[in-house]
């Protein structure tokens, strides 16, 4: 399994400004699967990785690339890109960061419920650890665009793993409704209850059964 960070995420380097569009992001995954060499991965992205995963996976479908992947499994995706919802996310993080410590948990426990102390302790560092100029470029594209048509790309296998809409609003039953079909053959969508956007760190045992229930049906 390979978990590399997006670009200007984790420890590493920060690209230059204007260079963290969706398109790069994607082109930085392609690169990384050409790079290492994989045929037909399972690839799996949440959030803004699950906008960069399908994005990858439609161009590496359309270049009939030996690396298009065999299933591609999606956690509360983006589904577009520079809208006014993620530049108020945006400057939402602006002013977490601004509040004290205390403040901060307390306005991310609100987010977020779910969170156990510990991963609260690591959401308080991650936020602080954000660079603040780069939150506005950070996925906000200059030009406003779905990526739901990019399903129509896509040849293989999709598993949508979606919050639950009273905690998350990033993929709606709207949103849902639109997507289910241009998905390619196969494919699942299911909404887990009392999971906020991070379904994963919510219900990881939930997420897990549904991708293995998934797989058994693609290989």
């Known amino acids: 399994m390979y978990a590399p960070d997006q670009r200007g995420h984790g420890s590493g380097p920060r690209a230059p400004r204007h260079e963290y569009t ?32 399908l994005t990858a996976a439609a161009e590496l479908f359309r270049q009939s690339s030996q690396a298009a992947p065999a ?73 406003e665009r779905s990526l739901l048509p990019l399903f129509a790309d896509v040849e293989c296998p999709v598993l949508l793993v979606l919050a639950d809409t009273a905690l998350s609003r990033v993929f709606d039953d709207e949103i849902l409704a639109q997507a289910r079909p241009l998905l390619p053959a196969g494919s699942r969508a299911v909404r887990l209850e009392g999971t906020p956007h991070t379904v994963h760190r919510a219900a990881a045992q939930r997420v897990a059964r549904e991708i293995d229930e998934f797989l058994e049906t693609v290989f």
């Open 22 to 53: 969706i398109d790069d992001f994607a082109q930085d995954a392609i690169t990384l699967v050409e790079a290492l060499g994989l045929r037909r991965p399972l690839l799996i992205g949440h959030s803004l990785g699950g906008a960069a995963a």
């Open 71 to 143: 299933a591609l499994i999606l956690e509360d995706p983006v589904h577009a890109m520079g809208t006014e919802r993620q530049r108020e996310l945006a400057e939402r993080m602006r002013q977490l960061q601004a509040l004290d410590t205390d403040g901060l948990r307390a306005e991310l426990l609100k987010a977020e419920p779910t969170l156990t102390p510990d991963q609260l302790d690591t959401r308080v560092d991650e936020l602080r650890a954000t660079d603040g100029g780069l939150l506005a470029e950070m996925g906000c594209d200059t030009a």
